[in-house]
């Protein structure tokens, strides 16, 4: 990583997502849009799990915590979405919102798609293909259950954007 030594943000804002009626021109990558919560990872001395916005989830989710204490690193941002997946591995939301009122986090998984901070570099002007193959191997280099690695769609985006509109 070649890049200038930056200080450890104390807080990111994530970037939020713009409804389309149709895909925009160019090359883009897809992936899942996992009916969960949006959740911001910081390492740090410990693991602070914050909401979109701002606010400390940590103590609602203390595994996830303790598992994303084991990467091998002194510092980060992570973004990714908090979903429950039903028997078939589907985001269920509802089984989300249980999840949290009953105060039981077993089920719980972090999937993770950008990778905005590390170990003293800033990575949010890098392209995000840089972000994600760099999020990849981190995420690869220990092994982990409750969080996983969100993966692009490799489909045409009107075929995607069809599929997704005849999903009930």
């Known amino acids: 990583m070649a890049s200038k030594i930056s200080e450890f943000p104390e807080r990111i804002a994530p970037q ?5 009626t149709k895909p925009p021109p160019g ?20 693991v ?12 609602r989710m203390p595994q996830l915590a303790q598992e994303l204490q084991r990467l091998p690193i002194r510092g980060a941002w992570l973004d990714g979405e908090v979903v429950v997946q039903d028997a078939d591995d ?10 949290f009122a009953s105060g039981n986090s077993s089920k719980l998984r972090y999937f993770v798609f950008d990778l905005l901070y590390i170990d003293g570099h800033d990575l949010r002007s890098r392209p995000v293909e ?26 045409d985006p009107l075929s995607l954007l069809s599929s997704a509109c005849q999903m009930p």
Not at 48 to 59: Q, S
Not at 142 to 149: H, I, K
């Open 16 to 20: 939020l997502v713009s409804l389309m």
């Open 130 to 155: 840089q972000r994600r193959d760099l999020l990849r191997v981190l995420l690869e280099s220990v092994e982990l259950d409750l969080v996983r690695f969100s993966e692009t769609l490799d489909a």
């Open 90 to 99: 589907r985001p269920a939301f509802q089984a989300l919102q249980e999840a």
């Open 27 to 46: 090359e883009w990558q897809y992936e899942i849009k996992f009916d969960g919560y949006r959740m911001l990872a910081c390492i740090d001395a410990g």
């Open 48 to 59: 602070t799990l914050r909401t979109k916005n701002g606010h400390d989830w940590t103590k």
